[in-house]
């Protein structure tokens, strides 16, 4: 599969839809022609899958779809179970997993990873230490993480995964010496005006989605999964 960097370079911005659950939400992501998609491997969620079920929807996409496992807090004996059930997945940590952590890991697995990082609303603070209080600590985290083939950038909310919030993008510093995922409260209405603005400063971005596209947790829609999908390439081509 081309790298993150190489299809924005190219000024296609790689779409990843999160949370899938059922066969007919991975057939219409793999019709839209998205990039790739996300299994949920932490059982508090509504949307978690466990390694068969992945195993069994994996087994669905087409070549250059690429499948990613998302985890929280897991141990090595669980991500390990899940890797070997989806071999082809990336992995992508979303609790408070250290960079060498990540980094062991997903180099002892042979795998690439995206590292999570929640980015708190205007206005608020939280005492997370994988929460960016400012753009500078942003940056900071960037070299902290530097083996992550991205960054993905949610809105914080309290507990763990998405609470379908946007947080103030334009706040992203320009420095930031990574690939970036946009994520948190993304839809069909605002991820045009959202690849717009990132994209027109120089950032090498991708977008990821789960509610936006969902008639109800866990359960995509098809059509909003094409209305996202549009929006992202309309707003590509407008950048051209």
């Known amino acids: 599969m081309p790298s993150l960097r190489t299809l924005t370079s190219f000024n296609h911005t790689p779409i990843k839809v999160c949370g899938l659950t059922r066969e007919e939400d991975v057939d219409a992501c793999a019709k839209e022609g998205v990039n790739a998609i996300g299994f949920v491997f932490y059982e508090k969620s509504p949307r978690y899958v466990n390694p068969d079920r992945a195993h069994e929807l994996a087994l669905r996409l087409p070549a250059f779809i690429t499948p990613v496992l998302l985890f929280v ?12 059930a989806v071999p082809s997945a990336w992995l992508q940590f979303h609790g408070d997993e250290s960079p ?109 989605v789960s509610s936006g596209v969902e008639q109800s947790k866990g359960i995509k829609d098809a059509s909003l999964i094409h209305q996202f999908v549009k929006s992202v390439r309309l707003a ?5």
Do not use: M
């Open 100 to 208: 060498a952590f990540c980094t062991e890991v997903a180099k002892d697995l042979g795998r690439s990873y995206i590292r999570a990082l929640r980015i708190p609303l205007e206005s608020e603070v939280q005492e997370d230490k994988n929460t960016p209080q400012t753009p500078s600590e942003l940056v900071e985290y960037s070299h902290q993480y530097n083996t992550a083939q991205a960054l993905l950038l949610d809105a914080y909310v309290p507990g763990y995964g998405g609470g379908g919030k946007t947080f103030n993008w334009s706040l992203i510093p320009q420095n930031v010496n990574a690939h970036l995922v946009l994520s948190g409260g993304l839809t069909p209405a605002n991820v045009g005006d959202a690849v717009r603005t990132l994209k027109t400063r120089g950032r090498s971005l991708s977008v990821d």
């Open 236 to 240: 590509d081509q407008s950048l051209r």
């Open 73 to 84: 807090n897991a141990s090595v004996a669980q991500i390990r179970e899940a890797a070997k």
